[in-house]
């Protein structure tokens, strides 16, 4: 069983903000924006000093509620501020993203990490698909096709060709390999038993071998059904005194059971 960490970057609304979605950009307040950016680094440092196996951020749009638009970004933050803990990224929602881009940000990410990514895809949820102007509709089978374009971008040792339904590209040979070899760590990521079966060994297995990669590859291809993960309690106390605060020290939540494959 491993630990893993919730990073949100959360914003600390000012009075006045409305609740809706999207939430107005001239809503936004510099300051408050450092604050949980400086937050999110405070934290990660702690529950590595904890223990933790991994720290997580996700991608969400358009909201204050979760400052992380995008995983690279703040994954690369996270990394060049931490030593030892692995970060997972939640994303790129692959449904409305470029398969082959994202395989070159997330092997370029594993490197600048030594080695110490976690990949999660996903598929979005409706938000995502109102900020890109996404179908619906084709989100499931976008993600599919994604999916297997970018494992085949990591792990095929000659430049190839791609022409699917919803993705197509001439030429496809990605620069840099990830360190961690044959994958880093990747889940196929998703709540409803649909998305897990589509994430099954069976499936996930068919992928890799036309990709080209190993046995070793293929068992690490998982579908997470569940997790542990914490989340951090509001407090705008500065992280030297939560370990002489015992009150302070248990500002996380944490909930659910664990990853299993599937």
């Known amino acids: 069983m491993q630990v893993s960490y919730f990073e ?16 107005p950009p001239g809503a936004y307040d ?21 223990g933790f196996d991994w720290v997580s951020v996700s991608e969400h ?25 692995k970060i997972a990224v939640l994303g790129p929602i692959v449904s409305q993203s470029n398969p082959v881009q994202v395989a070159e940000e997330l092997a370029m990410l594993d490197n600048l990490a030594e080695g110490r990514l976690v990949v999660g895809l996903l598929r979005g949820t409706t938000n995502e698909y109102l900020t890109f102007g996404l179908n619906p509709a084709e989100a499931r089978e976008r993600t599919t096709e994604g999916m297997e374009l970018f494992l085949k971008a990591w792990t095929e040792s000659q430049p190839f060709g791609w022409q699917g339904r919803h993705f197509q590209y001439r030429t496809v040979s990605v620069w840099p390999r990830p360190l961690q070899q044959p994958l880093p760590p990747n889940y196929s990521l998703g709540t409803s038993r649909e998305s897990c079966e589509r994430s099954s060994p069976s499936r996930r297995d068919t992928t890799a071998k036309s990709a080209g990669a190993t046995a070793g590859s293929q068992r690490r291809s998982r579908c997470s059904i569940g997790r542990i993960f914490c989340s951090p309690r509001p407090t705008t106390k500065p992280r030297s005194s939560w370990r002489n605060n015992a009150r302070d020290r248990h500002r996380f939540r944490c909930g659910q059971v664990c990853a299993t494959r599937c």
């Open 30 to 50: 510099p300051d408050a924006g450092a604050q949980a950016y400086q937050g999110m680094v405070d934290r990660v440092q702690y529950v590595e000093e904890l």
């Open 8 to 23: 949100t970057a959360r914003y600390q609304v000012p009075p006045g903000v409305p609740a809706e979605w999207p939430v």
């Open 61 to 85: 749009h358009y909201s204050p509620r979760i400052l992380t638009p995008n995983t690279a970004v703040s994954a690369s933050y996270i990394a060049a501020r931490s030593k030892t803990i």
